[in-house]
């Protein structure tokens, strides 16, 4: 029950004004006059009795996997796509998660990665391809062969060649070696 009650005015002495009336007729009403909206703007061609039986993908219907059921005459009904797991390419994307991951960007900066900025605990890597793929390649797995200037001796790990995989490395090297 609603009850409404208003404040008596200068011109109503009669004081408090009462309203009841029951709510859940007009939802139920309300409910099914927007029931019978959707239905009518569809076309009133009515619903699909088993609606479970088929999945909307990419703009086409396509039968749940496992499903018993016909579909209307004019649906075209595809098979379920399997999905395919997505492939590693050794790429840029790889390369900057393993520099992040064995926390070179802790203490290298790097442009384009923006996890790196501000670090400079060791050299920066800008510029670090004109180098070479074997110089990158030594100062990974032997940081102490080649030192750079300004930069003490044991401040990155030395054991980089037990903890990165030969793939890893290389991914390193060919991704450093473009920058």
């Known amino acids: 029950m609603i009850e409404i009650t208003t404040a008596p005015s200068s011109s109503d002495i009669r004081g408090r004004v009462r309203l009841r009336r029951p709510i859940l007729p007009i939802l139920f009403t309300f409910t099914a006059l927007g029931l019978l909206a959707v239905v009518a703007a569809c076309g009133g061609t009515g619903v699909v009795a088993t609606p479970e039986c088929y999945l909307a993908q990419e703009g086409q219907i396509v039968g749940a996997a496992g499903a018993d059921c016909e579909p209307p ?31 070179c960007a802790t203490c290298h900066e790097l442009d ?9 605990d060791g050299p920066a890597l800008a510029g670090i391809g004109a180098k070479g793929a074997d110089y990158i390649r030594t100062s990974i797995l032997d940081p102490s062969a080649e030192l750079v200037e300004g930069y003490e001796d044991g401040l990155m790990p030395q054991d980089f060649s037990t903890q990165l995989s030969t793939e890893e490395l290389e991914i390193l090297v060919t991704f450093l070696s473009g920058q």
Request: aromatic share 4%.
């Open 73 to 103: 005459d004019d649906v075209e009904v595809l098979p379920t796509p399997t999905p395919t797991p997505a492939q590693s390419g050794g790429g840029a994307n790889d390369a900057r998660v393993l520099f992040i991951t064995y926390a």
């Open 112 to 120: 384009s990665i923006p996890q790196s900025k501000g670090s400079s």
